[in-house]
């Protein structure tokens, strides 16, 4: 889900997961501001089978979506009225010049683009491969939404899997977490300016590091990244360990360190998100099929609670509209 404020209202987008491409779509939602209740809008064709990620760039004109079990990518133009059209771009990851597959041969059998995150300045998308470990940057064309050539940037630990990234406010910075050895990366963020399919690069800044408790030596799948509004400090979660994480950010390298390990309150916390305010962390635990609220302090970035658990089935995604 993502939303987005399109003229004087709030739109929210979900990616829906069919069975094939036919029946996949990306729907559209007005958000009653007053009540938060949901008006449907329409429906368009995700591009692919299996989306599982969607984003919107900040000015409200283009749209992209991650499709997981499709191996692909589409973008989208937003309608003056909050609407998506039908697909104007769509990449299929499965070009021999995306690279291999990882060595996970259960969960990287195929190339698989888990997230879709536009970059701050609205000018690139980065798409997180976890099938073949690597994070593609794409310039957007402003007019139309398409994309340009692709830059890869591959994971120097293959398996790691990654699945989402964050950019620090400065610009400089981002962070990416890495589903499948549960670790996080620092990466320099540098892009050119030319008019012609600029290009982004981003340069690991140094050795990831772990989201596990090195006493944990059981299954584990990172899932989500946040960093604070204050871009201090970054929260992670494990599924497996049913943790969140919480790191403070060097302010003059950009690099984690670890701060607290706090039990998620629930069983596998795939989703999490912080308020506005980076008072509260609201975690969804998918297979105890509860919300867990966490308060946050703000000075030192840690956790405490759960101070109130809500139950909810199966929830995936949490998002403050």
């Not at 699945?163 to 990466?187: A, P």
């Not at 690099?255 to 008072?279: E, H, N, W, Y």
Request: charged residues 15%; negative net charge; hydrophobic residues 35%.
């Amino acid at each position: 889900m993502a939303s987005s404020e399109v003229g004087s209202r709030t739109i929210l987008y979900a990616a829906n997961e069919g069975q094939d491409e036919h029946s996949s779509g990306i729907s559209a939602f007005a958000v009653d501001t007053a009540s938060g209740a949901l008006k449907p809008l329409g429906k368009v064709s995700a591009g692919g089978a299996g989306p599982c990620y969607v984003s919107v760039t900040g000015d409200a004109t283009a749209a992209f979506c991650a499709d997981y079990a499709g191996s692909a990518i589409a973008s989208f133009k937003v309608n003056p009225d909050g609407t998506l059209t039908e697909p104007v771009d769509r990449i299929s990851f499965k070009q021999p010049q995306f690279g291999h597959h990882g060595p996970n041969a259960a969960r990287q059998d195929a190339p698989h683009p888990h997230s879709a995150t536009v970059s701050p300045d609205n000018r690139f998308v980065v798409v997180n491969d976890l099938g073949n470990d690597n994070i593609v940057t794409f310039y957007i064309h402003p007019d139309t939404a398409q994309l340009g050539p692709p830059q890869i940037n591959e994971c120097r630990v293959k398996g790691c899997g990654p699945r989402h990234v964050v950019f620090h406010s400065n610009g400089r910075w981002v962070y990416g977490i890495n589903e499948l050895n549960s670790t996080i990366q620092h990466y320099l963020w540098n892009t050119t300016h030319r008019t012609a399919d600029p290009e982004a690069l981003l340069t690991e800044a140094e050795p990831a590091v772990s989201t596990l408790d090195p006493s944990y030596h059981g299954v584990n799948t990172a899932a989500e990244l946040a960093i604070s509004p204050d871009c201090n400090y970054l929260v992670a979660s494990n599924r497996g360990e049913n943790s969140l994480v919480v790191f403070h950010i060097d302010p003059v390298t950009g690099a984690p360190a670890f701060v607290q390990r706090i039990s998620c309150g629930g069983k596998t916390p795939r989703m999490f998100t912080l308020d506005q305010t980076g008072r509260w962390v609201l975690c969804g635990n998918q297979d105890s099929s509860t919300i867990t609220i966490f308060a946050r302090d703000e000075s030192t970035g840690q956790l405490s609670g759960p101070v109130q658990t809500v139950p909810l089935a199966m929830p995936q995604m949490v998002l403050f509209a």
